[in-house]
């Protein structure tokens, strides 16, 4: 049986996601178990996330998954880089694959590109591009061209995260084989289309009262209908707040803010009145618009470079099926996988429940009482086994 790990957001999970299922286990058969890292209730393009995560974990495992495991929001809300790093750091302990979607499904074209930027001499390369004035993709793109690399390939977002959790696999060394899928469609696209919707789109229908129902699978519509919405809009006096109260400390300590850019976020968000103007007043052509948009939200959480830095004490579980049970039972670590609302004193903790504290502030609807994630609990959800098994 081969146990098959995705790193993921599902911000909502939608019909394309089922179809990763199910290419997998065409792969590797029907008995392959499915393990899934998934976001939090923050997103890695630095937004909360639609759905609570709860929510979005027990509809991937209705739709076929076995276990969903959350990623931490410090992994979250970290560049593409450190969030393959981390996706792979979780699933490695439980999975012997790693499957993905790319624009590009060329395994050898994307470990290619995984290995040249690992390479010692890629570094410097990379440091004058940018000395040039280019901005990171670009010089990213540059560096590897001159290598002899397609760095085109990483102009599209779902080959970049692809590449990505190629190097983390080299880099850590990790004993996982390597799954491309070809994904296709645009992944930012505004338009649903019926069979490769983007997230994207089915998250504006969604915010906007329009019909979603028919770009996700049948077994999360119930689920989902009626569940409580959540917007960076919904939310946007709560993060100004946030950012006019702020300290010069306290912005020099934020991630993402080197080469003076920490200074240009302070200064934005004093004199500027809305959020997306303060956003416009510090883009430029070097930094790209999700770098902002994370370094915000780490602000708006007191997340700062030290607690992106340290590497998570434990991965929670969200929800998972019969198979999804068995597999915990096996793990070695025991004590590295934690009940969801398990209460582990420490700093760590506390930056849980701040975040889940804070996320609830990005409501649509009303506004839910604070202490939400000692609250909550794990879900077994019927699975394969379970049904085999008549329970």
Request: hydrophobic share 40%.
């Amino acid at each position: 049986m081969k146990i098959v790990g995705i790193v993921c957001e599902y911000n909502p999970f939608h019909m394309g996601h089922q179809k990763q299922f199910e290419a997998v286990r065409r792969i590797y058969g029907p008995d392959s178990a499915i393990v899934c890292a998934m976001s939090g209730n923050f997103v890695q393009r630095g937004a909360p996330a639609v759905l609570d995560k709860s929510l979005r974990a027990e509809a991937a495992v209705r739709c076929g998954a076995n276990l969903v495991v959350e990623l931490p929001v410090t992994v979250c809300l970290s560049s593409a880089e450190g969030f393959a790093a981390g996706g792979v750091k979780i699933l490695s302990r439980l999975c012997d694959a790693l499957c993905f979607g790319a624009e590009t499904a060329d395994r050898d074209a994307l470990l290619a590109l995984a290995e040249g930027l690992l390479r010692p001499d890629f570094s410097q390369c990379l440091r004058e591009k940018l000395e040039a004035g280019c901005s990171f993709p670009a010089a990213r793109q540059a560096a590897l061209e001159e290598q002899g690399l397609p760095g085109e390939i990483l102009s599209l977002p779902n080959n970049i995260l692809a590449v990505e959790y190629c190097k983390a696999i080299l880099s850590q060394n990790a004993k996982m084989e390597i799954l491309p899928i070809h994904r296709p469609g645009s992944y930012h696209a505004r338009e649903a289309d019926r069979e490769n919707p983007s997230a994207t789109a089915v998250r504006e229908r969604m915010t906007a009262g329009q019909p979603w129902q028919a770009y996700v699978p049948e077994e999360a519509r119930t689920l989902l209908s009626g569940a409580p919405l959540h917007t960076l809009e919904a939310g946007e006096r709560a993060v100004l707040a946030r950012l006019r109260t702020m300290t010069d400390e306290d912005y020099a300590a934020l991630p993402y803010g080197s080469e003076g850019l920490w200074r240009k976020l302070m200064h934005a968000a004093r004199s500027q009145a809305g959020l997306e103007q303060v956003l416009q007043a510090v883009k430029s052509k070097r930094y790209t618009r999700s770098r902002l948009d994370r370094m915000v939200m780490c602000a708006f959480l007191g997340i700062g470079q030290e607690d992106l830095n340290r590497t998570p004490p434990y991965a929670r579980i969200l929800t998972f099926d019969g198979q999804g049970q068995q597999l915990l039972n096996r793990v070695k670590e025991a004590g590295y996988f934690r009940n969801a609302g398990q209460r582990i004193p420490g700093p760590w903790w506390e930056l849980e429940q701040r975040a889940e504290d804070l996320y609830g502030l990005f409501s649509l609807g009303e506004v839910p009482p604070a202490g939400g994630e000692a609250r909550r609990r794990v879900r077994r959800i019927p699975g394969r086994l379970d049904e085999e098994a008549g329970i």
